[in-house]
T-cell receptor
Framework: GAVVSQHPSRVICKSGTSVKIECRSL??????MFWYRQFPKQSLMLMAT?????????EQGVEKDKFLINHASLTLSTLTVTSAHPEDSSFYIC?????????????FGEGSRLTVL | DAKTTQPPSMDCAEGRAANLPCNHS???????VYWYRQIHSQGPQYIIH???NNETNEMASLIITEDRKSSTLILPHATLRDTAVYYC???????????????FGTGTRLTIIP
């Protein structure tokens, strides 16, 4: 099946710094990518939807200036956590679909665990 | 999207069939039932989806009741590697435009016991 890859898988940073997480579709073109956040023992919460070449759509309660999303190409979306704080420590997961929603599947990355000290 | 209800946890003996129920009594006629699972510290993995007919693939079978208000995911011969959180999601599909997003509930934590 299609592969979605995230990098880095784990990152530790100091409070106040910014961290960039990449999400790549390796064998298909992803017109839409989704970013989720998951806290320990909780379900995935959708943060935003990004479409290639346009601004991301953020879910209610998600600060767009704090979580910058760029989807500049059909195979890459990035999530930048700006001025990270310990409460931003979480498991960030991206998913992607191709332009034609014909299989019903969304493909998920392996996730990126962010720890802010 | 319609809301789903799943038991929070289940145990199943290794080698036996694992049957995971899901209630979706408010499902609309154009909403599909999807199943994903998430193994610890990994991204969700697609398992199967269906509209109204029963479906089977190499991973599992999906049984949808005639009124479509509930469904059951069946893992025919559970192994230890099937230990995961299983999510049942209902949503509209089939469009080639728009932002069809998945809304995850709390899922069922399935533990396969040796």
């Amino acid at each position: 099946g299609a592969v979605v890859s995230q990098h880095p898988s784990r990152v530790i940073c100091k409070s106040g710094t910014s961290v960039k997480i990449e999400c790549r579709s390796l064998d298909f073109q992803a017109t839409t990518m989704f970013w989720y956040r998951q806290f320990p023992k909780q379900s995935l919460m959708l943060m935003a939807t990004s479409n290639e070449g346009s601004k991301a759509t953020y879910e209610q309660g998600v600060e767009k200036d704090k979580f910058l999303i760029n989807h500049a190409s059909l195979t890459l979306s990035t999530l930048t956590v700006t001025s990270a704080h310990p409460e931003d420590s979480s498991f960030y997961i991206c998913s992607a679909r191709s332009g034609l929603w014909n299989t019903g599947e969304l493909f998920f990355g392996e996730g990126s665990r962010l720890t802010v000290l | 999207d319609a809301k789903t209800t799943q038991p929070p946890s289940m145990d199943c003996a290794e080698g036996r069939a694992a049957n995971l129920p899901c209630n979706h009594s408010t499902i609309s006629g154009n909403e599909y039932v999807y199943w994903y699972r998430q193994i610890h510290s990994q991204g969700p993995q697609y398992i199967i989806h269906g509209l109204k007919n029963n479906e089977t693939n190499e991973m599992a079978s999906l049984i949808i009741t005639e009124d479509r208000k509930s469904s059951t995911l069946i893992l025919p011969h559970a192994t230890l590697r099937d230990t995961a959180v299983y999510y049942c999601i209902v949503r509209v599909a089939g469009s080639n435009f728009g932002n069809e997003k998945l809304t995850f509930g709390t899922g069922t934590r399935l533990t396969i016991i040796p």
